[in-house]
């Protein structure tokens, strides 16, 4: 083996296929980018000058996918862009995909890719254990789970590479022109969850009221600053911050590696955030944080209710509607000023995977079952 693929139409994807570009460097193994366009906000096509410098730092070749006409090498693919490849761009599927899970997309896409990918990689037995909750649940449309589809022996559970990157507190600063200032990072609620800033009423499955209003918002704003910290806030692209609502500092997704929000959660005392998977980051990275979960608990997997284990912690505050200010207040309080790094500690270890070194480990299977197929070949 002397080059391996990656199938990029997300920047969004960076975040998994550096870490394994760096390993693969280290072992004098080249990499190269299959590119193609999603239309999405994170399209390649809309970030090329980023793009280009990551490939230029980290030694990539890239090449638009109608180009790559091979069979039998190693391609890395996060979920569904594997199917993608096949059924969409062209790509043989006499290809070795090594599928990437992202947060817990996998419940809903699995059957999409798992008739293409050789394996597919999970962080911990843990988040392939969870998909025995679903099996037989009515909500599921597009993937149906079973016991026989959780033991395949196309999955395995190795670590993620997204995690493989080391953050330095006083390089965020700079990059973001911060200060030493006590901060606490409010993730913007996306539109799609029902819950956004710019009313109050809109709809989400029921036609019960969703959503926290702007005064709701700047009332956390306000109750953040009353203790002294700043309020970072942080968005995607697709999801303007409402104008009234940018607190002190306000973020999109400024760079794809190291991505935005992993180094906003670094320099951050603490994290608020509302029906979002980044709980899991905030764990891992050892942040304390606050969840407002407003979606229904009948909606297919919500945040809360996939993370529930990792929520028995003291490290952080649920709330199942918009919180009394006074009582936020309390928590964040506490939260800022305990230290739960034995809790972090515990829950990482139970639910996760051990700290960093995943890129290895995959890489190490991946060559594994690339020199079997050799040997079975000659």
């Known amino acids: 083996m002397n080059k391996v693929y990656f199938l990029l139409g ?11 570009v760096r390993e ?43 180009d790559f006409k091979e069979k039998n090498k190693i391609i890395f693919c996060v979920e569904k862009s594997c199917a993608i490849a096949v059924e969409q ?38 988040f392939l254990d969870r998909c025995k909750s679903f099996i037989g649940d009515p909500r599921m449309k597009t993937t149906s789970w079973s016991e026989e589809k959780i033991r395949s022996h196309k999955n395995v ?131 304390p944080f606050i969840n407002i979960e407003l979606m229904n608990d009948k909606v297919f997997a919500n945040a809360t209710n996939f993370f529930f284990p990792l929520l028995q912690y003291e490290y952080c505050q649920i709330y199942k509607s918009a919180p009394d200010i006074n009582e936020l207040k309390s928590k964040i309080k506490y939260l800022t000023s305990h230290q739960f790094s034995g809790e972090f500690k515990k829950a990482t270890e139970t639910y996760f995977f051990q700290g960093k070194g995943s890129s290895k480990k995959i890489m190490d299977f991946v060559n594994n079952q690339d020199n079997i197929a050799e040997a079975i070949n000659e």
Not at 25 to 33: E, G, L, Q, V, Y
Not at 39 to 63: Q, T, W
Not at 91 to 117: G, M, P, R
Not at 160 to 183: A, F, G, V
């Open 24 to 66: 693969y460097n280290r072992r004098k193994i080249s990499s190269c980018f299959l590119i193609y366009f999603s239309g999405k906000y994170n399209c390649p096509s809309k970030h090329g000058d980023e793009l280009d410098k990551a490939c230029e730092k980290y030694n990539i070749e890239k090449i638009p996918v109608n």
């Open 157 to 287: 559970c190795i670590g993620s590479p997204k995690y493989d990157i080391k953050l330095d507190r006083e390089k965020i600063l700079n990059k973001y022109h911060l200060t030493d200032k006590k901060k606490v990072l409010f993730l913007f609620p996306s539109i799609s969850a029902g819950c956004n800033g710019y009313a109050a009423d809109q709809f989400w499955v029921t036609k019960e009221r969703r959503g926290l209003s702007k005064k709701q918002i700047c009332d956390i704003y306000d109750a953040i600053r009353s203790l002294g910290f700043e309020v970072l806030v942080k968005s995607r692209a697709k999801f303007p911050i409402d104008k009234d609502c940018l607190g002190d500092h306000n973020f999109h997704d400024e760079t794809w590696f190291p991505h935005t929000t992993m180094e906003l959660l670094e320099v951050s005392d603490l994290a608020i955030m509302v029906g979002s998977s980044s709980m899991k980051e905030c764990v891992l990275q050892k942040t």
């Open 89 to 126: 761009l062209g790509i043989k599927k006499q290809n070795n995909f090594y599928v990437l899970i992202s947060t817990f997309d996998y419940l809903e896409n699995y059957d999409f890719y798992s008739k293409y990918a050789k394996n597919i990689i999970f962080p911990s037995w843990w």
């Open 10 to 20: 997300e920047m969004t994807h960076l975040r998994y296929f550096i870490p394994l």
